[in-house]
C-alpha cells in the first residue's frame, strides 16, 4: 500500500511540474458590458456584410454583441462572444398574429431584451430598426438614456 502511494504522489507531484498556466477565461456574456445592435428589416447580405464591423466595434470597447434581428436564420450569428435574439418587425407580426397593436407589443419585447441584456449602448441600423427604436422609446420613458 506504501508504494501505491508514493507512486501515486509520484504521479500528480509529475503532473503538477508540466502543467501549463492557462489564460484567464473572459467572463460570461451575461457578466460582460454588451452593445445591442437592432438589425430589423436588413437583408441576410447587408447584415453580414455589417456584422465584421459590429464585431470590431464591440471587441475595441471590450463588449459583448447582442445582435436583435428578424431574420429566422440565425445561422449568420453564431459565433464565440454574439448573442443572438430574435425580434419580429412589427409589419410581420401584424401579419402572423392579427394582434390589435403590433408595435407596442415589438416595443415590450424590445424593452423586456434591455432589460434582460443591460447594454451600455443600444445601435439601430436600417429604418426599420431606428422605428422600432424610436417607438420603444416613446412608450418607455426609461429608454431615454440611449
Known amino acids: ?3 501505491l502511494r508514493k507512486r501515486l504522489a509520484a504521479a500528480l507531484e509529475a503532473g503538477r511540474a508540466t502543467r501549463q498556466p492557462t489564460a484567464p477565461l473572459p467572463p460570461p456574456l451575461k457578466a460582460r458590458r454588451m452593445l445591442m445592435a437592432l438589425v430589423q428589416g436588413r437583408s441576410f447580405d447587408e447584415v453580414q456584410a455589417n456584422l465584421a464591423s459590429l464585431r470590431k466595434i464591440a ?6 454583441l447582442v445582435i436583435v434581428t428578424d431574420q429566422t436564420d440565425i445561422a449568420l450569428f453564431q459565433i464565440p462572444g454574439c448573442i443572438t435574439e430574435y425580434l419580429a ?3 410581420v407580426f401584424d401579419r402572423l398574429s392579427g394582434a390589435q397593436d403590433p408595435q407596442i407589443y415589438v416595443a415590450r419585447r424590445l424593452g423586456i431584451l434591455v432589460r434582460k441584456w443591460e447594454p451600455v449602448q443600444v445601435a439601430p441600423f436600417g429604418d426599420d430598426a431606428i422605428s422600432v427604436f424610436a417607438n420603444w422609446q416613446r412608450i418607455e420613458p426609461k429608454a431615454s438614456k440611449f
Do not use: F, I, Q, T
Request: net charge negative; proline share 8%; no cysteine.
Open 1 to 3: 500500500m506504501s508504494l
Open 89 to 91: 418587425s412589427p409589419d
Open 59 to 64: 471587441a475595441e470597447k471590450d463588449l459583448g
